[in-house]
Structure formats: C-alpha cells, structure tokens
C-alpha cells in the first residue's frame, strides 16, 4: 500500500457480509419528491402522537424530552434527576434572549414551537426530543413532517432521526427564512434493528440579536417492502488485489463516497487518482474530488466549497488510470472521493484509489516556523516526491542582504512510511538574530522558498512567556477579560456515581476549565499545578508583566490552581475529583445562572484518593513557602494528611494494573514517590526520605530491566495508565531523586537507569528522517492522534534533562528537534502552538462560543495532535493533514492542560540545558 494515502480501503478489499466496501456509502437515488409522489407503494403506520394532541399537564407534548433549552441549559433528566415540575418550571420561564420550546395552535392544528427573540452572544438551541414510532427489521420507511421558519438568515431548524441501535443521523432541509411558507421534509431509511423511532428537532440560532420562530407538525410515518441495492459491490475483476469496486445498473443521482472525510490543508493542491475500466457505459460516470468546510458534525456532510471532476468515461475499455488534481479552495478543511454513476446501464469497475495526504508538493520544507534560538540547533527537512540526482542546496537569506549569508548542501535521509524522499542541511553555525529565508535548489527550476523566519537569543523564553498567557485564559469561576465573565460560580452539588441523587452542595468554584470542554478535574488541577512549580523552580522566573500582580506569573497561576486544589480535599484521603456537565457549545459564562444550589449547576460524583492532587500540594508548598508561609504550611497539612492515605492505597509490594505493566512504573504509584520527596524537603522527616528511597529503588530496578518496553498500549478507557506511558513519569522518579538525594547509595544505580531510558528514548528517533520520537511500547508510528504531542513533548524534557543531568550533551540537539515539532518540524509541516508561525492550527476549545472568539483561537495553546475528529459538540477545527496511515483514526486539536503542561516543562529545560552547556561551552550538534 502506498503512503500516504488518506483514503480508507482504497483498493476495496475490506468487505462486509453482504459483499459492500467498507468506509464507502452510496447517496440514495430517490429524490424526496418522487418519493412522495409515489406514496402509494408505502403503507402508512401509526405514530405514537404524531399529531401533538396528546399533551402532559404542562401543555407540552406527552412522552417528549427538553434535552436543551437556552444557552445550554440542561433538563435531560439522565444528567441529575429533576421532577417534571423543575423542568416544566425551567422550559415555561426562559428568560429573554433565550430559546424557547412549546406548543401552539397553527390553522387548526397543534404544532410544536421552537423561537428566539433576540439572541444573546454565542450558539444557542433548543432540542426536543420525540418518540414517533415502533418500527419493524428490514423494512423501509418513509417518515415525514410539516415545517415553517421564519426569522432572520441565522436562524435553522435542524431535524434528527434517531434509529434503533444507532446513533443520531441529521436530515438536511431547505431553510427558505421569511417566506413564512409550510414545507415538507421527508426521509427514507431502512430500519436494521426493530425498536422505538425518535426524532429531535433542534432550533439553532448562531448570532447575536438575532429573532426566529420554526413550527413543525404532522409527523407521519410509511413502511414498504426493503428493496435490495445492487448498484455497488466488490467484484472480483481487480486492477491489483482481489477486489475492485462494481458500479452498475444506477438510477439518477447516484455516486458513492468515501468515508470518513479526509482532513487536509487548504493551502495546497490535491490529486486523486484511480484505475478504472468500463463495459458498456451509459448516462454520466467520472470521478470527483469534493471540497468541505465542516464546522461540526452536526452540519455533515458540511458546506461544499468546490468540486473537481475527471474526464468523463463512457463505453468499453480496459484498465486506464485517471488523475484529478486541483487546489484546495480557500476556507477547506475536508476532501471526500466520490465515484459518479448517473443512470448508467453498463459496469463501472474501480480499483486502487489514492490521495496523497501531502498534497501534490513537489518540494515542501518542513522546519521550525516559529524561528529558531540563535545558539540552538538548526536545520530544515526538504520533502520532495522524487529522488533527485544531486542532493541539491540550501541557501539561507538575511532580509537584509541580497546575496546568501549560509550555503549548505543538503543530505539524503531516505524514505519513510509516510512515503515521498526526504533530505536536510544544518544550519546551526548561524547565530546572528535577525529575519531570514530558505531557499532549496535541486536544479532544473526544482527550488522551493520558505516564508520569514526568526533567530533570537531568547525564542524559548518568549514562547514559554507566552504559553504561560493560556493558562489564565482557561480559568474557572472568575472573568477573564476580554473572553467571558464570571463562569460557574454555582460549582457543585455532590451526587452519588449515577448522579441520581445530590448528597449535598460545596464550594468548588476555581481552578482551569480542563481542556476544550468546560470540565474540571482534580487530578489534572494538581498536575499541572506541580508542573508550573517545578517550572518556576528551574527558571526562577519573577517577571510578573502578563499578570500584573504583586506576585511573579508563574507563582501568581500556580496559586489559582493551588487554591482549588485545597477546596477539592474531602478529608481522611479523599477529594472530590470533578466538576463536570454541561456543554461546550454556548458562552462560558453563560453554562450556568452563577447562583448555587440550582437545577442547572454542575455536579461531582467522584469522591475518591487522587495522589495526583496530593503531589501537586507537596510542590507548591515548597515553591510558596519564601512568598507566604500561611499558604505554605496550609498546602503542607492537606498534603501530609492526603499522603498517608495515598501510601497506604497505592504502594503495595505486589500490587499490579494490568498484565505485566508493573506499578513502580504506574503513575499512582510515581505520584507517591514524588510526594514522598517533596515532603522530605518542606520537613527533614527521615519516614518520608526512607519511602522515597524504597519506592525509587523498585522503580530502579525495573528500568534497569527495560520493563518499560513490554508495558502494553492502554485502551482509551485506561486514562491513568495512558498518562503514564506519554509521561514516562518514572523517569521524573529519577530525576527528582538524583536531584534531590546526590550522594544517596541508590543514586548512581538511578543514573544508569536513567541513561539505559534515554538510550532507548533516543533508539526512537532512528526509524524516520526527522529523529522525531516514536513509542518504543506500541506498534503504531505514533502514540495516538489525541496524545501525540504531549508524548514528544515530555519525552524531550527527560532528553533536555538528561543531557545535563548525566552530562550528556549530546541529547540537547535531539531534544530542539523534538520540541520543534510543536512549531512546524513534523511531518504536517504545521505549528501546534497557536498564533505561533505563519500556519498554525485552530484549536478544540470551549472559548469559540464567547463573542469575538468564534475562530477558536487562544493566544499561546498547544494542541494535542494533528488532523481532526467529529464530535457531538460544536467544535471548530483547522486545516489539517491527516493522520499517519497506520493509525486510522483522526486526530485531535484541542487543548488540554496536560498538553500545555508537556510543552512549558519541555521549552523550560531545553532553554536551561542550552543554558547550562553554553556555560560550559559544550553545545553539540547533532
């Protein structure tokens, strides 16, 4: 199989049961007209309350559900259980500028009433969902309704059907506002599974002021005889392989498309290619690529920003291969392959697909576009699709100069899984700062030019600086000005695990919004709230420009954090662990009322031991302690407490997680062990330095024996355990005690421990051209799509620190070429950090539904991965490669602190090893 090839099952050898290509669909043949022209051949089937005339004692429509209602205002009674009268209370007293659910008289008949009058700031809706119907296996029905809109151009009314068995499929229809005119929508389907047909409408209203009224009414419901789809198939008649695709026999309209769609970048162009061959072809068949923007997945398939057709193919022939290349349009995120058969009689074979997920780039440069650290390493990774003859030359330009101020020639790499050739030069003799460019040249007007680029003495501390900015972006239960008001200050009611019962209310207003979501976690809270100490410990970083308060930045955020931390602690051992509900999809300040003990505050049904937020305190009792030792000594007594339960839980001889993944090397057990050293240095109690010592030498012991490298891939379910391998947290084990305990007799048996890791760390790095860092405990080239970049980026803080902790230099250039990955030197050839290089990624986040934020962009974030996912909420994402082609799976763009968390340590102990060496003036370069 060529790579990389964003196409899933692109030569149609993967099949289901019935002989149907896998990851492709058809579009149904029928438009709803002839449908409904032809309603005779349907039998009509009894709706459960099609008509709304059957209403509860509230006048809304029996047996519905308000799922939404306002600016995310929940009334689902799975979330925590309210009686009808709560939730009667909360759809009848809406408050203006929200959405409004009811039921009206429309010329005679009852119809359900979904309005806004003058919206306020961010998306907002109302779902209402419906049970229509019980439906029978494998028959096709035939559901449809009335509809009317009226209201401004933003303003939507957007149906659902949900089958049984099956998650939510969204059915398009024509808005047509103000024209105040009843309409018919109409769906064809055909039910798998017997079971309860739903429906949901959802009125979505998108900007500010904004006014809107839809009615729907008359749902019916058609059943008749399922007919057998022979138009497409696997046939055994195959260019290459077994199979190719079978297109025969077509009604008007047909084609079939690729699945998932494929994310890509808008900048380039594309080329789909295909070998096809045809007998006795009639009516329109080509091959087509289609450009999208898609904003969410409740707008799939999402707005079609251009198409590019292949000639077209008619008659006999045998196998021809056909090409379609053009460029992306403006505003595209997404591709789809589709293969058009209109009304075609004869046999359309197609075989071997393929779309380069590069793009069609004859040279592209893959290099840091955030700049580069004057002293640092430097070089450029020139991607070409061809081999060239002579390794070709770059040319490094000052904006200043004419003539080139570096001439190197450039070394072939080889190849790689991501298929094309790869080539680089090292620059790294170039220290001036200053604004320059790149040139390659390979001869025969083979050359690429790059955009400007920096070197600066400082480039690491300006964007540690500024990804330190997020984290006060991404806080919880105060304004952040110029992004939201106050938020949440209504956190949280305490409920039992189902969430079926509140137990009582706490005050956990505070701390960070976890991630793209608007969900605190406090373990997370007390991670991050370690990093950003040991942070400041290593840079001694007082500035305190961004913040401007008395206290530096660093200790200023850390302390917000720290202070949630402390109201999370339940006592003997146990903290409430979360805060959790609602929806990304409307304002952050706007989730809830702000007034506490309310049906719509947020909940925590998670009280258990959490030695993560126990580390976290140890920490920041160490850190705070020469600014305020009342905050010092409060952090220290939770912490003391907490650890004593910790130890007892998480520190058994034998205890293990799964299969042979030991727990010395599992995070609780690491989270242990490092609380037991901090706790050693804020006391002098020799108990905590005897723990430390024991537990190290275990951990010790098992790096020692490369255990690490039999640990299996967790599932996605296995949090703890994921957190874990991207951390590598027992290698922080070694560090902090090597650092802490220097002349311990254990300490030397640390350092070889930790030098067979890095060892292995930097065996990694050998199986492709750019030494980016690869898992040594899974099968796949990358750690996930959702996990990627923190994995490099803490992985490049054990090489950062290793290489002036064991004095070992040579790991300092192989670190700045991974922590470069976060700014463009990758295999996508784009930036993770927000507004950093001239092409940098949107991000997942709860932020875009603020006003004057809808592109999703916040100052400093890195991401977690390139490429994307669909998801319920109503995330933007950007215009992305895919993923790598032995992980089928699309990526994730959203933040998360976890990430932030990676990249800071990873930036801070790059600069301080370059720091450290320069001083010895043993910088390498690799």
């Known amino acids: 199989m060529e790579f990389p090839n964003v196409i899933a099952n692109p030569g149609f050898e993967l099949t289901d049961s019935a002989g149907k290509p896998l990851d492709w669909t058809f579009k149904d043949m029928e438009a709803t007209k002839h449908l409904l022209e032809n309603i005779q051949s349907f039998t009509e089937e009894k709706t459960i309350n099609g008509n709304f005339e059957a209403l509860d004692s509230s006048g809304f ?21 309210i009686s009808n009268e709560e939730a009667n209370a909360l759809r009848k007293n809406v408050k203006n500028g929200e959405m409004m659910a009811d039921i009206e008289e429309s010329e005679g008949q009852k119809a359900l009433k979904i309005s806004i009058e003058k919206s306020m700031p961010g998306k907002q809706w109302s779902e209402v969902f419906i049970p229509v119907a019980n439906i029978k296996e494998n028959y096709e029905y035939l559901v449809t309704w009335k509809y ?49 047909l739903n429906m949901e409408f959802q009125g979505i209203c998108e900007k500010e002021g904004a006014t809107g009224t839809a009615l729907i009414r008359n749902i019916r419901l058609f059943r008749r005889d399922a007919r057998e789809n022979k138009s497409f198939t696997c046939a055994p008649v195959a260019h290459s392989g077994k199979y190719s695709l079978l297109v025969s026999d077509t009604g008007e309209g047909f084609s079939v498309e690729s699945t998932p769609d494929l994310p890509i970048d808008s900048s380039k162009r594309y080329k789909l290619s295909a070998w096809v061959k045809g007998e006795n072809l009639t009516g329109t068949n080509c091959l087509q690529i289609v450009f999208l923007r898609q904003w969410d997945k409740n707008k799939s398939p999402g707005e079609i920003t251009g198409t590019a057709k292949s000639v077209p193919l008619t008659g006999t022939f045998d196998w021809r291969k056909i090409e379609i290349s053009a460029a992306s349009p403006p505003n595209t995120n997404i591709a789809m392959a589709r293969i058009i058969s209109s009304n075609n009689k004869g046999s ?32 450029i990774i020139a991607r070409t699709d061809k081999e060239f003859k002579t390794p070709g030359v770059l040319y490094v330009y000052s904006t200043k100069k004419e003539e080139p101020v570096l001439k190197k020639k450039l070394q072939y790499k080889g190849k790689c899984i991501w298929g094309k050739h790869y080539y680089s030069a090292d620059f790294s003799e170039l220290q001036k700062d200053g604004q320059y460019y790149f040139k390659v040249d390979f001869g025969n007007s083979s050359t690429c030019q790059s955009p400007c680029f920096k070197l600066s003495q400082n480039l690491y501390k300006e964007l540690r600086k500024f990804a330190l900015q997020w984290y006060y972006y991404q806080r919880c239960g105060c304004e952040v000005k110029g992004w939201h008001g106050p938020c949440h200050l209504d956190d949280a009611w305490i409920t039992d695990w189902k969430m079926t019962k509140k137990i009582k209310h706490v005050n956990l207003v505070g701390g960070w919004h976890d991630a793209g979501d608007m969900n605190k976690w406090t373990e997370g809270q007390g991670a991050t709230v370690w990093e950003l100490a040991r942070c400041y410990e290593t840079t001694q970083d007082n500035d305190k420009s961004f913040l401007k308060t008395e206290l530096p930045d660093f200790i200023t955020e850390m302390n917000w954090g720290a202070q949630f931390v402390m109201k999370a602690y339940a006592g003997e051992g146990k903290w409430y662990r979360c805060c959790k509900a609602g929806t990304s999809g409307v304002p952050t300040d706007k989730e809830t009322d702000n007034i506490p003990e309310n049906t719509d505050d947020r909940y925590c049904n998670n009280v258990n031991p959490c030695p993560q937020a126990t580390m976290g305190l140890t920490k920041y009792a160490s850190v705070i302690a020469p600014f305020s030792k009342e905050e010092s000594n409060k952090a220290l007594q939770i912490a003391k407490d907490a650890f004593e339960y910790d130890l007892v839980k998480y520190s058994k001889d034998n205890e293990t997680v799964f299969g042979s993944f030991p727990n010395p090397l599992y995070g609780y057990y690491t989270n242990v062990v490092l609380s037991a050293i901090e706790l050693w240095k804020l006391t002098g109690d020799e108990k905590y330095r005897t723990i430390a010592v024991k537990m190290t030498k275990k951990t010790c012991d098992l790096v020692s024996r490369r255990i690490y490298l039999e640990m299996p891939s967790p599932s996605r379910k296995d949090a703890e355990a994921q957190i874990t391998q991207i951390t590598a947290l027992f290698a922080t084990v070694l560090e902090e005690f090597i650092q802490t305990f220097p002349d311990n007799e254990i300490t030397p048996k640390c350092k070889a421990a930790l030098n067979i890791f890095l060892d292995d760390l930097v065996n990694s790095t050998k199986n492709n051209p750019l030494n980016i860092i690869t898992p040594f405990f899974s099968k796949n080239y990358i750690y996930s799509p959702a996990r990627h970049v923190p994995y490099i980026l803490y992985m490049t803080k054990h090489l950062a620190i290793g290489a002036r902790l064991l004095s070992r230099p040579e790991l300092l250039p192989l670190a700045e070429k991974n922590l470069q990955y976060t700014w463009g030197r990758n295999f996508a050839g784009i930036s993770n950090m927000a507004l950093v290089g001239d092409k940098y990624t949107a991000q997942f986040t709860h932020m875009y539904a603020n006003p004057g934020h809808s592109d999703g962009i916040m100052p400093g974030a890195v991401n977690k991965g390139h490429g994307f996912r669909l998801r319920k909420e109503v995330f933007p994402f950007a215009n992305l490669p895919m993923p790598h082609p032995r992980y089928l799976e699309n990526g994730n763009q959203e933040v998360w602190l976890f990430v932030q968390d990676s990249f800071m340590n990873a930036c801070i102990e790059t600069e301080k090893a370059l720091e450290d060496l320069k001083k010895q003036e043993t910088i390498p370069v690799l």
């Not at 429509?61 to 259980?81: C, E, F, L, M, Q």
């Not at 089958?163 to 059915?171: A, H, T, V």
């Not at 103000?178 to 039910?191: C, D, I």
């Open 348 to 379: 359309l074979y197609v075989d071997d697909m393929f779309l380069d997920g590069f793009g069609e780039q004859k040279i592209e440069l893959l290099y840091s576009r955030a700049g580069f650290e004057a002293n640092a390493q430097k070089d």
């Open 61 to 81: 429509i029996k047996g519905a559900r308000i799922n939404k209602v306002g600016n995310g205002r929940y009334i689902d009674t799975k979330r925590i259980k």
């Open 148 to 196: 009317k809109i009226d209201g401004d151009e933003s303003f939507e009314i957007m149906p659902y059907l949900q089958l049984p068995g099956k998650g939510w499929k969204q059915i398009i229809v024509n808005k047509e506002n103000g024209k105040k005119e009843w309409k018919q929508g109409a769906f064809l389907f055909k039910a798998e599974k017997a079971g309860v």
